[in-house]
């Protein structure tokens, strides 16, 4: 019996130190893998590899961000729900993509109710909170988001008036851009931006609403010659986190993770903003023509603009009005 005691008071010790040790030890390192739609020439890329490279330094690696860019890891319709589901900790995308799950994520993407950066930054401020709290019923934290430049009109050939849009397939990737291809009278096609050039190619689109940004990326003087400068409307890409693998991290690193993604927001846009002269700068030299749209098209965009944002005011309710009156303050 006193051997059988000695031996479990050395066990007892040896629990006890093991406690001690492992209670001292540093936290394990996490490495995060984030899913990107975009390739890695498209400044959002950039600034999210630049948001990886402050979380890694902030956290002194207890926290690294291993960036998938292109759709290579998971494609951009998926992004959203593998985050949600925790099939990965972290990701982005275009937020109107999610139009069709509740109007108020659509609000970005209404044409001409922000047309300028400034107005942009107002409209966010107005409607983050609701979609963060919309977010946040589905486990998705809102880190940031960086505007888009002002979107364009391209297309195969001369543009002189709306009836020239008439039947020809326009590439969407949104419900709202598809809205505004029917009101416009063409044909809506879902193609992906990495898909842009080969769609153009084989004729599966003829036409697309998209940035400056884009347009250059895509190197759409292969395949396209007329560029509109609409601005139209700035949508945004927004970086979420699964909130459970948020608020696993320890307070510290939270912090960190935080900080970084206001330096990222702000950084970002600051180089929309730049983008936006670069790539159009870029489109023309590059022998697309770039002209403002006729009076014609401009009424036509306006005319869309103006039944689209009535019908996203009656379908988003209380939470649209409460957009609209923050925004028109």
């Known amino acids: 019996m006193a051997h059988l005691r000695a031996l479990a008071a050395s066990a007892a010790v040896t629990l006890s130190l093991g406690t001690f040790f492992l209670g001292a030890a540093p936290a394990m390192a996490e490495d995060w893998n984030m899913p990107t739609p975009y390739p890695d020439a498209t400044f959002h890329t950039q600034n999210i590899r630049q948001f990886a490279e402050d979380v890694d330094k902030a956290t002194n690696g207890e926290l690294k961000i291993t960036v998938h ?160 400068d609409t601005r139209a409307w700035l949508p945004k890409n927004v970086v979420v986190v699964n909130a459970r693998a ?5 307070a510290d690193v939270q912090k960190a993770v935080l900080d970084a993604a206001a330096a990222a927001e702000a950084r970002g846009l600051k180089m929309s903003m730049a983008e936006t002269d670069t790539k159009t700068k870029i489109l023309a030299e590059n022998g697309i023509t770039v002209a403002a749209p006729s009076e014609t098209l401009k009424e036509a965009f306006a005319k869309a603009g103006a039944t689209m944002a009535a019908e996203w005011v009656k379908s988003a309710g209380d939470d649209g009005k409460a957009i609209l009156d923050a925004y028109n303050k």
Do not use: C
């Open 69 to 228: 860019s292109a759709g290579s890891l998971i494609k951009h319709p998926e992004i959203k729900n593998a985050v949600r589901s925790g099939t990965v900790p972290i990701g982005e995308f275009f937020l109107s993509r999610l139009a069709n799950e509740d109007p108020v994520f659509a609000v970005d993407s209404l044409p001409f109710l922000a047309t300028s950066y400034e107005e942009a930054a107002k409209l966010w401020a107005a409607s983050r909170p609701l979609v963060e709290k919309k977010l946040a019923e589905q486990r998705l934290k809102v880190l940031y988001a960086v505007p888009w430049p002002p979107q364009g009109l391209y297309t195969k050939g001369a543009v002189e008036g709306p009836d020239d849009l008439k039947g020809v397939k326009m590439r969407t990737n949104n419900p709202s851009l598809e809205r505004m291809a029917q009101l416009l009278g063409a044909v809506p096609t879902q193609v992906e931006v990495p898909d842009i050039p080969q769609a153009f190619a084989t004729g599966v689109v003829q036409a697309m609403i998209t940035s400056p940004s884009t347009g250059a990326n895509s190197k759409a003087w292969d395949f396209l010659d007329h560029y509109y």
């Open 246 to 250: 948020f608020d696993a991290l320890s």
